[in-house]
């Protein structure tokens, strides 16, 4: 396995150097297109997130494997535990792809890519792009790789990776008045909770190709 990652971190130019934590601005849509002509056939696919200024903050390779999607990222970011999706990106009205201004509100970025993917209709917890949050280091650096069987690198080419300011509660949020449970008190908060576990502004989004 570890042979097997390093083959892809060396092929894609995906791993970021841990010691400097400079992400590599790779792989061109060129190269991952190349590697799959037919949409319905793709074994791999790939994104780089960038922040609302532009710059790389992650990248993420989805691989096809027999256990499932071969899911490998490195990241730069801010120190903590970070909500990290796949989201639909099938909404025309608002916009396409990773769209931000930096010069509007924090909340507004990237509401382009829409919510999360998520074709079985559940909640957060179950969607489909749910993913396990990331953690990034005292240093700022991230990098994992897990296995999924909710989607397969064809279904989410086209659709966007995100990476949330926040951490994700994954809908684990229990609700009643026994005295180990949470007395509901924001219907926002709940709603919110439900929608995409709370997981704050979205800060680093990329289209996978």
């Not at 509401?111 to 909640?123: C, E, I, K, L």
């Not at 990331?134 to 240093?139: C, I, K, M, N, R």
């Not at 296995?147 to 064809?154: E, G, L």
């Amino acid at each position: 396995m570890v042979r097997h990652l390093r083959s892809i971190c060396g092929s894609l130019i995906l791993c970021c150097a841990m010691a400097t934590g400079a992400c590599v601005d790779q792989p061109a849509a060129e190269e991952t297109a190349s590697t799959q002509q037919d949409s319905d056939s793709v074994s791999v696919v790939s994104a780089v997130l960038r922040d609302a200024n532009g710059a790389a903050v992650a990248t993420v390779l989805f691989t096809a494997t027999r256990g499932g999607t071969l899911v490998t990222v490195a990241a730069r970011s801010t120190a903590g535990i970070h909500g990290f999706h796949v989201h639909a990106n099938d909404n025309p009205a608002n916009g396409d792809g990773c769209i931000a201004d930096p010069a509007q509100p924090a909340n507004t970025h990237f509401v382009s890519a829409d919510g999360h993917y998520n074709p079985g209709a559940g909640t957060h917890g179950a969607h489909a792009g749910d993913m396990p949050p990331l953690f990034v280091s005292a240093g700022g650096n991230a990098a994992t790789s897990f296995v999924t069987d909710r989607f397969t690198p064809a279904a989410v080419k086209g659709r966007a990776a995100m990476l949330h300011a926040g951490n994700d509660n994954l809908g684990n949020i229990p609700l009643g008045v026994a005295a180990n449970q949470y007395t509901a008190n924001a219907a926002d908060a709940i709603t919110l909770t439900a929608n995409t576990g709370n997981a704050g502004n979205r800060i680093g989004c990329g289209v996978i190709n």
